[in-house]
């Protein structure tokens, strides 16, 4: 990543800061960090100010934050993070310090405003601090984009080797192994592959069960720290035919929710626009999640695409469509898609093809 691009974001996280009346912000996600100033490793707090910033870690990381930190200066502490930060402000009086609600636990509060009495006080940010990395810039397009290539391609590379009368977790180990092959870091969240009545649980773990019927995958890679997260039905054998109906329902609700996107759209629109087809069809009921969630440094992330969401969408935002249909004691279907706002309206990142015969997918 440029330089110049690490001097943006610290720009816009100040920026932030002053609309917030703060003279601090403490920034503790690790996506956030990493997006802030590079570092990759698990444990930091990045404080800005209005003219300085720091990267506190610890020793664990001496040469892994020399090496990563582009723009702030890295402390290394040998005591708690209160205690360093209050060392840091000293002389600050009072100082305002802004922090996110969503990533630090109600004892780190706690004990971050008893080492800073006096020094600072604490006060919760009142936008999500996560917003701010919701719109990829050019570079980040280009590694989201890489590693969608990657997934796509372990996903038909495993489907070629793995069908028919193989088990779930070995579809599950094949799509992992050419992931990994492929260039992938690691995977976002455990592989999904669920088949014959499974299918209705969303979160399915892969078993032993052979593949056969209705069977849902669901998989992600992490490559340069950016993550990807897209799902396809697959039909193997005899096929139920209300799924079968249900999966076209899906792909229904996915082509309406891309119609609604455009900059300035609401994502509780988009969410609505795929729940109408679905209800409208008679299966609201068994559709009982958000129609998708934003995806980058962190596989769910904003925006959110649901019912509750207050999010609004802008150019550059990337995020999964997954309208899925679930009949308990049958099975379900799930698509899901990556996709990117652009000026013109939707585009769809995701470039395999939907359908449910495996066949489609071979290489
Ligand atoms: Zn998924
Ligand atoms: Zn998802």
């Known amino acids: 990543m440029y330089e110049r691009e690490y001097t943006t974001r610290r720009k816009r996280y100040r920026q932030l800061m002053i609309r917030e009346g703060a003279g601090g912000l403490l920034v503790s996600n690790p996506a956030d960090v990493r997006y802030l100033c590079g ?4 444990s930091a707090m ?12 610890d020793f664990r990381y001496k040469e892994q934050a020399a090496l990563e930190v ?8 040998a005591s ?21 609600t969503e990533s630090l636990s109600y004892a780190q509060v706690v004990d971050l405003r008893a080492a800073l009495k006096g020094r600072a006080r604490l006060t919760p940010l009142r936008s999500p601090l996560g917003l701010l990395r919701a719109s990829k810039s050019r570079s980040e397009l280009d590694t989201i984009k890489n590693a969608i290539r990657l997934a796509q391609k372990a996903f038909q590379e495993a489907v070629s080797v793995c069908g028919e009368g193989k088990r779930e977790r070995d579809l599950a180990l094949a799509l992992d192994t050419a992931a990994r092959r492929g260039g992938a870091e690691g995977r976002p969240f455990d592989t999904i592959v ?11 773990r892969p078993g032993g069960r052979r593949l056969r019927g209705f069977t849902v995958v669901d998989w992600g890679v992490v490559y340069k720290g950016y993550c990807t997260d897209m799902t396809r039905t697959l039909a193997f054998g005899k096929v139920d035919s209300r799924l079968r109906k249900a999966h076209g329902l ?4 996915q082509r309406r929710a891309l119609e609604k996107i455009k900059p300035g759209a609401r994502a509780r629109e988009v969410d609505r626009a795929a729940r109408e087809v679905i209800e409208e069809a008679g299966y609201g009921d068994f559709f009982g999640h958000g129609l998708g969630h934003g995806v980058g440094l962190e596989v769910h992330e904003r925006p959110w695409i649901s019912g509750e969401s207050r999010d609004r969408l802008e150019e550059g935002m990337v995020f999964t469509l997954e309208p899925g249909i679930y009949l308990p004691g049958r099975g379900g279907v799930r698509v899901e898609d990556m996709v990117l706002v652009t000026l013109r309206g939707a585009e769809l990142l ?14």
């Open 46 to 57: 990045a404080l800005l100010l209005e003219n300085a910033g720091y990267l506190v870690t």
């Open 194 to 204: 669920a088949g014959g009545p499974r299918g209705a649980m969303a979160h399915a």
């Open 70 to 77: 582009i723009g702030l200066r890295v402390i290394i502490r």
């Open 350 to 363: 995701t470039t395999l093809p939907r359908g449910l015969d495996p066949a489609e997918y071979l290489v």
């Open 39 to 42: 570092f990759t490793g698990s």
């Open 250 to 253: 899906v792909l229904e609700a």
């Open 80 to 100: 708690g993070f209160g205690e360093v930060l209050s060392r840091l402000l000293k002389g600050r009086r009072g100082v305002k310090l802004a922090f996110d």
